[in-house]
């Protein structure tokens, strides 16, 4: 439970903490399940030098607002997160100038980020159509790291709709992302694999909703 907590919680909730980590999920009402003391706490924490990392729903909540609402973010990484598209698929990307296929369900893109001089940007990934689909920057002593795909994603997120990820799963990519936030070596990315042919398995769809993951 967030709502209000002491300061003896709070300072519990930190205590040994290297990297929060906000996962997917609806990015106004994560935030806003937190009560002011909370996200005052962890923008504090990442400003003395601890490490924030952002999927999807995370990302959203990271910037000054939240999408392209007048939602007020964390404000820990510069510029605007709007949606990308509304839908889930299977997005070719570059990342880290590497092709990939990740997973995207309903996350953000980024723009203005390039604004402050002050506060330098690095894109670490890239939609088809040329927009930032992942950034990371420093805040204060600490680190932030953003993205509105989901490289910590599961391979039956995607093989339960009958969809084949043809690079395999990129949870290591999000490993990465936390090992960089928490100030660690990164670790060697696999090369991306050639797409292969599978014998497509037979899937049963649900008769009442086709959606079977919280929405991002």
């Not at 030098?49 to 909540?61: D, E, N």
């Not at 670490?124 to 509105?148: L, N, Q």
Request: proline residues 7%; charged residues 25%.
């Amino acid at each position: 439970d967030y709502k209000d907590p002491n300061p003896t919680r709070l300072t519990k909730v930190f205590a040994g903490v290297k990297v929060w980590v906000q996962p997917g999920g609806v990015a106004n009402e994560a935030l806003y399940t937190m009560s002011e003391k909370l996200s005052s706490a962890l923008q504090k924490f990442i400003k003395n030098g601890g490490g924030y990392v952002g999927f999807c729903a995370g990302a959203f909540m990271a910037t000054d607002y939240i999408g392209g609402t007048k939602d007020e973010g964390l404000g820990i990484i510069p510029g605007w997160s709007p949606l990308y598209h509304g839908g889930y698929a299977l997005e070719e990307v570059k990342w880290q100038g590497e092709k990939r296929t990740i997973y995207y369900e309903g996350g953000p893109y980024f723009y203005g980020f390039d604004k402050d001089p002050k506060t330098p940007v690095e894109v670490m990934a890239t939609y088809e159509s040329g927009d930032a689909a992942a950034i990371r920057a420093s805040f204060g002593k600490g680190r932030v790291w953003v993205t509105g795909l989901h490289p910590e994603a599961p391979l039956n997120w995607t093989e339960d709709d009958g969809e084949h990820d043809p690079d395999g799963i990129e949870q290591f990519l999000a490993v990465d992302m936390i090992r960089w936030a928490a100030k660690m070596s990164a670790i060697k990315h696999p090369a991306p694999v050639k797409p292969v042919t599978l014998k497509k398995r037979a899937v049963k769809k649900p008769t009442t909703s086709t959606s079977k993951k919280p929405i991002s």
